[in-house]
């Protein structure tokens, strides 16, 4: 008798692609715990909407409360887009802007 019992399936990475967690690191606690220390905006003194990394994830910074910030989401959106600045200049190479109708 042929010994060809595979009982165990093959993940199929078609049907089955591997979904990584989403890293999202601050928890809901320390959310609350954030909004709930810093009810206003640490740059515009704003309600706090949102919470900040201070240090980015990708720039090596954590998840702990020392790295978390309350701030509003203007600031948010400016701040972010600042780092998202900053790396595709340091990180990425600045893509060429196709020449056309500004
Ligand atoms: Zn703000």
């Not at 692609?17 to 320390?30: L, S, T």
């Not at 810093?38 to 909407?49: D, H, M, Q, V, Y």
Request: proline share 9%; net charge positive.
């Amino acid at each position: 008798m042929a010994d060809d019992v595979d009982s165990k399936p093959k993940h199929n990475w078609i049907a089955y692609p591997p979904r990584k967690r989403r890293k999202y690191g601050v928890k809901p606690k320390m959310r609350a715990t954030v909004r709930n220390e810093e009810p206003a905006c640490r740059l515009c003194g704003a309600p706090t909407e949102e919470i900040d990394h201070i240090v980015p994830k990708c720039l090596g910074g954590g998840d702990e409360r020392s790295n978390l910030q309350g701030i509003c989401k203007p600031c948010h959106l400016t701040k972010s887009a600042g780092e998202a600045n900053f790396m595709r200049w340091h990180v990425y190479r600045p893509k060429k802007r196709a020449e056309g109708n500004g």
